[in-house]
């Protein structure tokens, strides 16, 4: 099966008392229609990528608009659309990459398993380990900005989030979307565990909170408590 390239810009700019300037840069990338970001420090001239899934020469051209070199790679998560780009990435620019220990299979076949989806070959490829492994409680600083490292199971065994509170962010990837949530059915998923990750760690984060998420559009925690069925009583849709 050929899938044809997707892809949307979408970004906005956080001024920290005017020392600092944070853009965060939204590129829909891969078949799977998967967020990728970029968050660039103006300042400093550098750059996170938050879950390179693929379109890496994409990415390399919104970093070059950006004039900001790529030094850290953070992963929510490992499933092929998230990491598929980070090899290629990390062979580009050099950066560390930052995620959870507990996923090595899944960054280890990511090329079998886009065999299995019928992607071409050399569209995404096995993603590295990490230089820095991440379980939660830590905090990663960039830009003058502190986030916050949620261990959020339950899409996938080892995944995480990213919360900046002063800039009122959730990097969430696949935990929570607008009017839905993480699909549990692949391996290493459970439905039980996902909701109990939602409830504790991100629904008790401000209602103000913007929720950024690994597909689709971004919403707020306060929108999704009031209007997402999966969120509300008896709500396993």
């Known amino acids: 099966m050929k899938f044809a390239p997707h892809w949307a810009i979408i970004s906005f700019v956080f001024n920290n008392l005017g020392e600092s300037v944070l853009q965060v840069r939204s590129l829909v990338v891969t078949p799977f229609a998967q967020n990728c970001r970029i968050i660039a420090d103006a300042q400093s001239k550098t750059a996170v990528v938050v879950d390179p899934g693929g379109d890496v020469p994409l990415i390399e051209a919104e970093l070059q608009k950006l004039g900001c070199r790529c030094v850290e790679i953070w992963l929510t998560h ?51 380990e990490p230089e820095r492994e991440l379980v939660g409680g830590e905090v990663l600083s960039f830009g003058g900005q502190d ?53 504790s760690k991100i629904l008790s984060l401000p209602d103000d909170t913007r929720v950024l998420p690994g597909h689709g559009d971004e919403t707020t925690v306060g929108i999704e408590k009031r209007s997402n069925p999966f969120l509300q009583e008896g709500g396993n849709v």
Do not use: W
């Open 78 to 128: 490992s499933h092929l659309d998230h990491c598929g780009g980070v090899a290629a990435l990390k062979q580009k620019t050099n950066a560390q990459l930052i995620a959870h220990p507990g996923e090595r299979e899944m960054r280890a076949h990511v090329r079998d398993i886009c065999a299995m989806y019928g992607l071409p070959a050399g569209e995404m490829q096995d993603c590295p």
């Open 147 to 199: 986030f916050r490292v949620l261990f959020t199971p339950g899409h996938s065994p080892g995944h995480v989030v990213f919360y900046q509170p002063e800039l009122k962010i959730l990097l969430a990837g696949d935990t929570l979307f607008q009017g839905s949530i993480g699909r549990t059915d692949l391996p290493g998923g459970d439905y039980d565990t996902l909701m109990g990750s939602i409830h």
